[in-house]
């Protein structure tokens, strides 16, 4: 059996991935205005958009979040994870290429730049959905998938 195949594996990726978008989620949810800044930062989405991002980004997290670790509709909440990261991935490897010095907006922790580390973190998250996707069999699910 593959390791990653593993029920209790997989069981602690969902959790783990879904408890950090959980996470993430409040400070961005609570202080919509600094995460606007923290996204125009950026500079890639247009003017006034980084408004609408920091008011709806922090809620679809939460439910992704809340979604992987409830276990309801497991496949989809591990899409949509796996949709944002590839975002932030993007946005910091293109934060790195054009050399801003400027916080990641991550919510994990206060004041972090944005970096190799960063990619790396947001990679491993990334793999992690990936996991969960490929699953032999829905275990510990509300609205397991079906084969």
Do not use: H
């Not at 591990?78 to 990261?85: D, E, K, V």
Request: one cysteine or more.
């Amino acid at each position: 059996m593959n390791l990653l195949q593993n029920k209790w594996i997989i069981l602690i990726f969902r959790l783990s991935l879904g408890a950090i978008f959980i996470y993430v989620s409040f400070d961005k949810i609570n202080d919509p205005v600094t995460f606007s800044s923290e996204i125009r930062a950026y500079q890639i989405v247009p003017f006034g958009f980084e408004n609408f991002l920091a008011i709806i980004l922090p809620w679809v997290e939460l439910l992704t979040g809340i979604c992987l670790v409830i276990g309801a509709m497991v496949d989809g909440a591990a899409l949509i994870s796996m949709g944002l990261l590839v975002v932030f991935i993007i946005a910091i490897s293109s934060a790195i290429l054009r050399g801003f010095n400027i916080e990641c907006g991550c919510g994990l922790k206060e004041g972090e730049i944005v970096g190799a580390q960063k990619l790396l973190e947001n990679t491993i998250f990334f793999l992690m959905g990936l996991c969960i996707i490929n699953r032999a069999s829905p275990k510990y699910e509300i609205f397991p998938k079906s084969d």
